[in-house]
């Protein structure tokens, strides 16, 4: 049986030598776009039998983590999950929460809207309703700082790409603040835990132009719904509640933003419309942003005077709780839906219709991308669960892998000892004879921003490029060599 499979082998080897038929290409992740996604696992999101809604989720940052995500919901509970759980067919959305759940502590008194990983996954920030935001110690799940100082409910949180002691965050006061982790704090809450200040406060970073208060009525709305920290480490990106404009600021002075970028409206509908959330592929290079108008635009950071590049239509987003997110190789965009569908697209096919995920039965808030298992994100709903799903498409849907098939764009390695740990299916947390997290033994990553400007091929072919010739405003991602450690304001400077 052996040989005749290797005879027939051969002759259709030479067979294809002889008459120039053509070998048969792998399918590649970033452009089969037939590829299907399946839900490989549902939780049920609640607490002594209570169903709460969840808000945000977030998977860890490192190789090694990759598999585990947080999610925090409107009773101020944080969980962690681990997504390599054996979900089984016949298992309850309860009994598959239970199983793969690493651990849950009560974070806030109140709804958590936002989460953001720290330091190789070690620490964690969450925003609250209660105006606050806490640091975590995620081994011990121990606050070990508060960072007070927002009139409003904290909506978004960043974190600076390398340096994680600087922290953005935007609150429905209708600003966003500056902190930094190593100044000493200002006091002391207990006997443990730290109050931090801000270190720079921005009031009124997107005032409607009918902001004024008319006797007998509310103020118009400014809260801030995203803030987000570029890949230029310099610069923040920062939407609101007021209308579809994304601002962009210089972290070195404030005073005004560096410039501002909207969507054209049609001759039809002239109305403001608030954005609901801000994202960054790895690199750095494409910006999405979900507007109440239905529409998901993406903007090249090269060329921010131009507006955005593409939109996306296909879902609908009727609240402040809908996100969208690109994934990490900048290949696809995944958008929750007030419809109870997730939406995904090929980020260069913008005119095709999404596919959809229809499993949910309540608005999709919450998704997120797992940074380096390919193909695989998360989805969180009203309906009190939050699904896993994975690629189906064989030659890409391995959990095991670190980079996805033929990127656009360079990612950074993993070592090969990280490759290794990633193996594990067991949670490197997870210390399951005293039942408690454990801290991963990883070394600090060297930046992406640091390698990605390392390669002198790269930084000449940008040189010789389009944008770079017309001077176009810019993140400094992929800079000239001239104009290293550059921002947006610089590029501005030199064009005007």
């Known amino acids: 049986m052996e040989s005749s499979r290797s005879s027939s082998f051969f002759q259709d080897l ?50 090694k983590n990759s598999h585990i995500f947080a999610l925090s919901d409107e009773d101020g509970i944080v969980s962690l999950f681990n997504t390599r759980s054996k979900f089984s067919l016949f298992s309850s959305h309860q009994e598959n929460s239970e199983n793969s759940r690493i651990c849950e502590w009560e974070a806030h008194r109140n709804a958590v809207f936002d989460v953001c990983w720290l330091k190789d996954d070690t620490q964690m920030i969450t925003a609250s309703g209660d105006q606050s935001m806490k640091l975590w110690d995620v081994q011990e799940m121990k606050c070990i700082g508060i960072l007070r100082g927002h009139k409003g409910s904290v909506k978004s949180i960043s974190s600076h790409p390398t340096n994680h002691d600087i922290i953005v965050s935007g609150s429905r006061d209708g600003s966003f603040a500056l902190w930094d982790l190593r100044i000493p704090s200002c006091s002391k809450v207990g006997n443990k835990e730290l109050c931090l200040r801000a270190s720079a406060v921005v009031k009124g970073a997107h005032l409607s132009p009918h902001a004024k208060r008319i006797r007998g009525q509310k103020s ?56 609901s959330s801000l994202s960054q592929d790895a690199n750095g290079s494409l910006l999405s942003a979900s507007c109440m108008d239905n529409r998901i635009y993406l903007y090249n950071v090269l060329q921010l005077e131009k507006g955005p590049m593409k939109s996306f239509s296909g879902c609908q987003i009727d609240s402040f709780f809908v996100k969208s997110v690109i994934s990490p190789d900048a290949s696809y965009l995944l958008s929750g839906s007030t419809d109870g ?70 990612m950074a390695m993993p070592t090969l000892e990280q490759a290794k740990d990633s193996d594990s299916s067991d949670s490197p947390y997870f210390d399951r004879a005293n039942g408690n997290i454990m801290e991963p033994n990883l070394g600090t990553p060297e930046s992406k921003v640091k390698r990605f400007l390392s390669d002198a091929a790269l930084i000449e072919s940008f040189e010789k490029s389009p944008e770079a010739t017309a001077k176009s405003p810019s993140s400094v991602l992929t800079p000239p060599s001239s104009m290293k450690r550059k921002t947006i304001r610089d590029y501005f400077l030199v064009a005007s």
């Open 220 to 275: 118009a709305s400014k809260s801030i719904t995203s803030v987000l920290y570029l890949k230029d480490e310099l610069s923040v990106a920062t939407a609101g509640a007021v209308d579809s404009v994304v601002k962009f600021w210089d972290t070195r002075n404030l005073k005004n933003a560096i410039t501002w970028s909207q969507p054209k409206s049609s001759d039809k509908d002239t109305r403001l419309h608030g954005i």
């Open 14 to 63: 030479s067979s294809r030598e002889f008459n120039g038929f053509k070998v048969r290409k792998r399918p590649r992740f970033a452009a089969d776009f037939a590829l299907s996604f399946k839900e490989v696992g549902a939780l049920a999101i609640e607490h002594n039998g209570d169903q709460t809604p969840p808000l945000a989720v977030s998977f860890c940052k490192t190789l």
């Open 341 to 410: 569908n997730a939406h995904i697209w090929q980020v260069d096919k913008p005119h095709e219709d999404p596919i959809t995920l229809t499993k949910h039965n309540g608005e999709v808030s919450a998704v997120d991308w797992s940074s380096f298992e390919v193909g695989k994100f998360v989805t969180s709903s009203d309906d009190f669960t939050v699904r896993i799903w994975n690629s189906q498409n064989s030659s890409c849907s391995s959990s095991k892998r670190a980079t996805s098939c033929n990127r656009k764009r360079i």
